[in-house]
């Protein structure tokens, strides 16, 4: 199973960023998909994420009112839309699966974090 994502980069703060994940295998395989973010010296991070099966969004309070997640209608790609970007949004954007507990997404074990897609924001 592969979660690619893409779209990061370098911007100003206050400026928005579009990234996309696309995934080898249809959302309704798992419980929820989302974003989570990590940057360094700082703790890993549930950005946004989506229960599947009534596609409830959930937010960090740390990007609520500035992020939004959307899933396309094939199922299989992810978009993270980030506006008013700020510097301590800068980190690796990861695009994983993920269990949910009351609604909300619990981050995934070691092993499935990837890649993922930096991203710097300026001061």
């Known amino acids: 199973v592969q979660f690619v994502a893409s779209g990061g980069g370098l911007v100003q703060a206050g400026r928005s960023l579009r990234l996309s994940c696309v995934t080898s295998?249809?959302?309704?395989?798992?419980?929820?998909v989302g974003w989570f973010r990590q940057a360094p010296g700082k703790e890993r991070e549930a950005v946004a994420c989506?229960?599947?099966?009534?596609?409830?969004?959930s937010y960090s309070e740390s990007v609520k009112g500035r992020f939004f997640i959307s899933p396309d209608a094939d199922k299989r790609t992810l978009t993270l839309q980030m506006d008013d970007l700020r510097p301590d949004d800068s980190a690796v954007y990861h695009c994983?699966?993920?269990?949910?507990?009351?609604?909300?997404?619990?981050?995934?074990?070691?092993?499935?974090w990837g890649q993922g897609t930096r991203v710097t924001v300026a001061s």
């Open positions: 994983i699966s993920a269990k949910t507990i009351g609604g909300l997404c619990q981050l995934p074990p070691d092993g499935a």
């Open positions: 989506m229960r599947v099966r009534d596609s409830k969004f």
């Open positions: 295998r249809d959302f309704q395989n798992y419980d929820a």
